[in-house]
């Protein structure tokens, strides 16, 4: 059997020549986004046993819905490191808008 090949070029993305390396907060970001999402169902699928349980750890599934909403909120920021070779920096800022409008149109009108 021939010896195995060695790669000692640095590794690049697509065949623009991105490298992976300056991706990687957009890929704790997205790693921040989808741990907010488990956290958020984890806390709807622990909310019903303990609501109909009717038990003092109702906190349990309270903090994981709360952490999973801030997670899934400050993720966005991280990705706002995408390069600009990507064309998605547009994108990352319409998502970040969204969440901003969509917690303001949730807490306005309990505030006032």
């Not at 790693?31 to 003092?56: F, K």
Request: with cysteine; aromatic share 10%.
């Amino acid at each position: 059997m021939p010896p195995a090949e060695v790669n000692d070029q640095p590794s690049t993305a697509w065949h623009s020549g991105i490298d992976y390396h300056r991706l990687t907060g957009v890929e704790n970001g997205l790693r921040i986004v989808y741990y907010g999402i488990v956290a958020m169902i984890l806390g709807v699928i622990l909310a019903i046993p303990i609501t109909l349980a009717m038990t003092a750890l109702f906190v349990l599934p309270l903090a994981f819905i709360v952490i999973g909403w801030l997670m899934l909120t400050f993720g966005p920021f991280f990705c706002l490191t995408v390069p600009p070779e990507t064309r998605a920096r547009n994108l990352v800022i319409a998502s970040i808008s969204c969440n901003v409008l969509a917690f303001l149109v949730r807490v306005v009108p309990n505030v006032i």
